[in-house]
């Protein structure tokens, strides 16, 4: 066990926040649900690649840097210090840019890497369908073989960054006498085809956080398979593991929120402002809990360094991260009192900020992922052993 | 950066494992609690021939030369058994000895405590009473302004009794002699200061042992008792009481971890660590004992069923080494009064940041 | 000593039960949240016609003459639908002016409530922002000595935009002037806090009402979708998850009821009780909000679904008149200062009274 | 609704609080769940009947008072006011007196109502056995007619009061071919028949508190059945509906342990002992959960004067006394400190008193008079209608 940074790591660290620093947008962008944010999101994302950190963990091949996990903590611990905006592109770096490494062909590597590195194309996902949520292996979007193309009919929902992106990247029924977990394809298509229609869904705060895609015979190019024909669920099941395991929620994220609510408690309290005697304790007990997450990220990453892999143990982090985000945010919320409520634009607003839009956001945290009920049961049945039926 | 054990250290934990699985069965542990002292110099001798009494010892003086980030692991495995042994007692004495800035207490006490010839004890304000107090051989205590050193005769001990057999607490008494004295003013305070965050991090090591051990307890009785024609354990009621622990567990765990190698490092946010740990883990321990009695049933409630006995060691570790209500005052007096988030792990806030509005996702 | 409902009180809650399901749909409130006052003059008429404004109005004055133990099963209603009429801005002002020593104003303005031609509203400094400012006709409002009845062209208002679209709120101000003037000091304080009283009252009736249909929209949904080929209410960490939040609703409800009738009566420890029920109340429907939510899963995080309308509602009824720290601080003064337990319900405690040791069972 | 007491509902509880200041011992008595203990506490139980105070709310006929609920409530509020011993007959005044009443024959009510008011007989239950807990449909003693007798055979266990009761009331299978509810007979039993073999079962605190009863052709007279034979499961569910719902925990129980806690938390500060910020808040908490509590046993009583019943609603009930109980206790023994794991006759226990025997005590309550599991299931079944399967 050795805790302390390397004299490379703490090199790595200066530089990246010496360039963050001159480079971070001083105002905040617009929201990414926006067209105008998701524009202004895009721009950011490529100036990031231009300065080498768009993609910290990839190869250099493929438009990252070529860092290990420790090193793209430490960016992440830069990136939230600085305030930096939230990733549009997330679905690409963490979820599908792994994925396409770890089973993709060389010619989809080099089609879909570089291009999804810059931002030029930014990605969707599109897992659920509106009988398959939960029940993710209830599938029934259909991508029927014929020739070199498959031709896709049916509906996906909650695809996140899905009113503005370019593709889209879900699990399809490739053969339709399957049933459940077998016969699904893992298939990447463009948004732009003949026969797709994007419909945004506006989430509780009238935000469009994600779409419900509409495939009418569309027709993808065969080679848009990613993994083998029928071995959609193992390939999915992959990339919800860096969904779940690590990539998804940075430590730093709730680091810097939790240190936000300890300057919130500090400002509420010097204002004189009402505070319940037992506000001390819980936002210490925040910041305590946002520290756990870190410590055992790093934990996982030591693992993955010498060769261990995320098992179900992705979904311990699940639950924690997701509580985690919610108690944080309800501390804010309290201290806000009558002002909690305010769009940050109101009048009397104040220092109310985005808590409360942070708080909607953390509110879909035990939901989307898979939501918390089922990594209950992951966690019982496979770290306790506990009878599935 | 490396936040993992050496395969070494893995090795050795399972040693212990493998041993107390063996010899401290909880027949056995329940049988300490009828016996006068609850505690056994033959099976004191055996954990010296594993070397744990003198693990934080330096080899020439004939221990293992280990720190805590070794100790910890250890502490785990004596926790999941119940063993009540006085270890933490004798690994807070050894660090303190150690520390004393006159080396001849240490040179005198560390080969025997080494060689399972001698118990170590620490009093500290933060804790009335003190656990083994009446089979150490020497006690470190505070008169106030200064750490005396006590043979066990110069010491007057009032017994209490504990709702957990394993734990034989006493108030201690004793006349504060000049030749007793060994440290005073500021340098007795951070001695103390040191042996209450070690005793602190070796309950919490503990407590995830008994937590691990109550779990599994429960998990295995949910697996085979049956009601309505099936296991319990389908349950999802069962199921998520259980998951929700072992989320606590984890957690627990990282922070204890860490602050072993503060403890270990003396690490400037040290005593924020240990609270952290301490915190974190005795309730993943007591959490563990209700969800594991709830999953139980009545059985459970029952003496004769062990549930109990891993229940009551995270009633009393929660309440050694400083209780919940000093580790949460520590903890707030870290990160609220002195700001300690600057010095948050690998991040580091700079003051009122701004904050992005837009792009949560 | 009855703690219930007589059958005519029943009888009106289901009369505006059924008024209110026909009129006030979900969609009816969301077409509201879209007009700039987010006010609809055409049903409060009908409201009117139902005597609801009127109320707590003496029959002479043209009103029900009823009283809070009226009101909250009414208010219940609203809370169900959502609605967010000045109904609680009004019942504060009536009881407000009914209770002045002078009674010109209260002749004045009084028959108008009950005629439905005049709305009513009360600001006290708990709640910086007044819900429905801009549509009062009259408004009180205290100088931070005396209180002022203010006609709506003496205030400046400043909107504020809350994230309930069905929440209205406002920063007054105005100039006081000796002619507004209509108590001073202590009465005005006392007015001041009975008005603060019955509106946290008037907010938490409506929680429950927010929460029992959360907790129905969830159930109804949990018992038609389907995942894993059954419908997702058999699973029990979703049965278990609303069995929570039934629980607290029933017993929020008993400190609703309690505190309709401490109200009612003014009753010694009314302020106590008030604030027990809109804690109580508040924490049901703010759980009802996550954990129907929560059942929902996606769908029930998008605009076009209705969860969200009532999870709004209970995030601004649980800031309304008093949030929950105002409360909770208002509840341990009663309780731990004012040693109130000696006039709890019921019982009364002795000072340090023995306690048997023995015979728990 | 009116909320004050009648001049008569004064009068009662004036008269009650100076019969028990007289009367109710001055030293505590020792535990029921030891000999000596029982003995002592039965003693107490027919100095309370011939004071007139031993069965409140049962009809004088029986031996009770003929009180009203509303009675029952006021005395009870004396009784844990002037700090009385525990109800060694809680089993035969709160479960079996009220079934008895009314399922049983004439001949029935006059032979045991007298004895159990006056605790010349003392009542175990007898419901659980090893394969029958949450389940208790599962039942597997036989009672099978004999003549005018019934043989019975198997094991009943968690008997509360079973080590030194005389009597025990529980379920048996009459018809032995039947499964699950059918088939089940109520049937009365003294404890002293031959073939009857009582094993004190002791709990975590290593007091006897129940018992396993082992029947080896044990042969009862018929006319100890209660109700009709195969009826069995219906009269249980009525007793267990005076368990959960109403009589087995009096609110003024847990208003008088929340005004400990207060006094706990005062005493607490003024020795200077430390607490936590939040404690204040939580005591009052505790206080206000127990006042509610009883508002809602009033709002029952007024529901069953005038005719109403207690259905799934008593799962609410056993639901929130079971977590309050447990809420109180963890909050007194955090207010205890270092103190809270002392045995009361520890010299340094100084007030520590008997929270931790409660808090021990109140560990079961999740559990027994069926588990808060199941209760949860009843809610969410019976009360909101989610689909059983």
Redesign the interface.
């Known amino acids: 066990?050795?805790?302390?940074?390397?004299p490379e790591?703490d090199a790595f660290r200066k530089e990246a926040r010496a360039w963050l620093e001159a480079n971070v947008p001083?105002a905040?962008?617009?929201?990414?649900?926006i067209a105008e944010?998701f524009e202004a999101?895009r721009a950011w994302e490529k100036k990031l690649h231009a300065g080498g950190y768009a993609m910290v963990p990839w190869p250099v091949e493929y438009g990252g840097r070529g860092s290990d996990l420790?090193e793209w903590?430490?960016f992440e611990?830069e990136y939230?210090?600085?305030?930096?905006?939230?990733?549009?592109n997330?679905n690409g770096i963490f979820l599908l840019g792994p994925t396409i490494m770890e089973v993709g062909t060389p010619e989809q590597k080099a089609r879909f890497l570089p291009k999804m590195a810059s931002s030029e194309e930014v990605w969707a996902q599109g897992w659920?369908e509106p009988?398959a949520?939960?029940?993710m292996a209830?599938i029934q979007s259909t991508a029927i073989r014929d020739g070199d193309h498959y031709v896709i009919n049916g509906q996906k929902?909650?695809a996140?960054?899905g009113a503005y992106a370019h593709w889209l990247f879900g699990l399809f029924r490739t053969d339709p006498d399957s049933t459940r977990h077998k016969g699904l394809s893992f298939i990447l298509s463009p948004l732009d085809l003949p026969g797709i229609t994007v419909r945004p869904?506006?989430?509780?705060?009238?935000k469009a956080?994600?779409a419900e895609v509409f495939f009418d015979d569309v027709r993808v190019p065969a080679e848009n398979l990613l993994g083998e024909e029928g071995a959609g669920w193992n390939v999915a099941m992959a990339t919800a593991g860096f969904e779940r395991g690590l990539m998804l929620r940075s430590?730093?994220r709730f680091?810097?929120t939790?240190?936000?609510l300890?300057?919130l408690?500090?400002a509420t309290v010097e204002r004189g402002d009402?505070?319940?005697?037992?506000?001390?304790?819980?936002?210490?007990?925040c910041?305590?809990?946002?520290?756990?997450?870190?410590?055992?990220t790093?934990?996982t990453?030591?693992?993955l360094l010498?060769g261990g892999k995320i098992g179900a143990?992705a979904s311990?982090n699940k639950?924690?991260w997701s509580e985690l985000d919610i108690e944080i945010h309800e501390a804010a919320l309290?201290l806000l009192?009558?002002?909690?409520?305010?769009?940050?634009?109101?009048?009397?607003?104040g220092d109310a900020?985005?808590w409360?839009?942070?708080y909607i956001?953390a509110?879909?945290g035990?939901?989307?992922a898979g939501?918390?009920?089922i990594?209950?049961?992951i966690?019982?049945?496979r770290?306790?052993?506990?009878?599935?039926? | 950066m490396e936040f993992g054990f050496s395969e070494d250290q893995l090795l050795l934990q399972q040693t212990v494992r493998d041993f107390l699985a063996g010899e401290c069965t909880p027949e056995w542990v329940r049988g300490q609690w009828q016996t006068e002292t609850g505690r056994s110099p033959e099976f004191w001798s055996q954990l010296s021939e594993l070397g744990l009494p003198g693990l934080l010892v330096s080899e020439t003086q004939g221990g293992l030369g280990m720190d805590e980030t070794d100790l910890v692991l250890l502490m785990e495995e004596i926790g999941r058994v119940g063993l009540a042994e006085p270890l933490t007692a004798t690994a807070v004495g050894v660090g303190l000895l150690r520390s004393l800035g006159d080396a001849s207490l240490a040179d005198a006490w560390l080969p025997k405590v080494a060689a399972g010839d001698a118990i170590l004890a620490v009093a500290h304000p933060a804790s009335p009473f003190v656990a083994d107090a009446h089979v150490a051989d020497l006690l470190i205590a505070s008169d106030g302004d200064s750490l005396h050193a006590l043979p066990r005769a110069a010491l007057r001990l009032e017994a209490q009794t504990s709702n957990d057999g394993s734990q034989r607490l006493f108030r201690v008494d004793f006349d504060a002699r000049d030749e007793t004295r060994i440290a005073t003013g500021r340098e007795a305070r951070a001695l103390e200061a040191a042996a209450l965050d070690r005793g602190a991090l070796c309950s919490a090591a503990q407590a995830l042992g008994a937590c691990d051990q109550l779990i599994a307890l429960a998990a295995d009785y949910a697996g085979q008792r049956e009601q309505f024609g099936v296991a319990i354990g389908s349950f999802q009621a069962v199921k998520h009481m259980l998951a929700d622990v072992r989320v606590k567990l984890e957690y627990a765990r990282s922070h204890v971890y860490r602050a072993a190698n503060s403890v270990a490092n003396d690490a400037t946010g040290r005593s924020v660590d240990v609270s952290m740990a301490k915190i974190a883990a005795c309730e993943a321990a007591l959490l563990a004992g209700r969800v594991s009695l709830q999953v139980h049933g009545a059985i459970g409630y029952t003496y004769e069923q062990d549930v109990h006995v891993w229940m009551k060691r995270a009633w009393s570790l929660d309440l050694a080494f400083g209780d919940a209500v000093f580790h949460r005052a520590r903890l707030a007096a870290g990160v609220i009064d002195r700001s300690l988030p600057a010095e948050s792990f690998g991040y580091s806030h700079p003051q009122r940041v701004p904050t992005p509005t837009a792009g949560l996702g």
Request: net charge neutral; no cysteine; proline share 8%.
């Open positions: 066990m050795d805790l302390t940074y390397t790591q001083a905040p962008l617009p929201s990414f649900d944010g999101h420790l903590l430490v611990e939230y210090r600085a305030g930096a905006p939230g990733r549009v997330q659920s009988n949520g939960s029940d209830a929902t909650w996140s960054r869904i506006q989430k509780i705060n009238g956080a994600f430590p730093a680091q810097s939790a240190a936000r300890v300057d408690y500090h009402p505070v319940a005697p037992g506000m001390r304790d819980r936002v210490a007990r910041w305590m809990d946002a520290e756990a997450y870190t410590l055992n790093y934990q990453v030591t693992r010498s143990e311990l639950i924690f309290e009192g009558p002002r909690a409520e305010l769009d940050p634009r109101s009048p009397a607003a900020g985005s409360l839009d942070g956001f509110l879909s035990p939901i989307y939501t918390n009920q990594q209950r049961n966690i019982a049945e770290l306790l052993g506990l009878p599935r039926k």
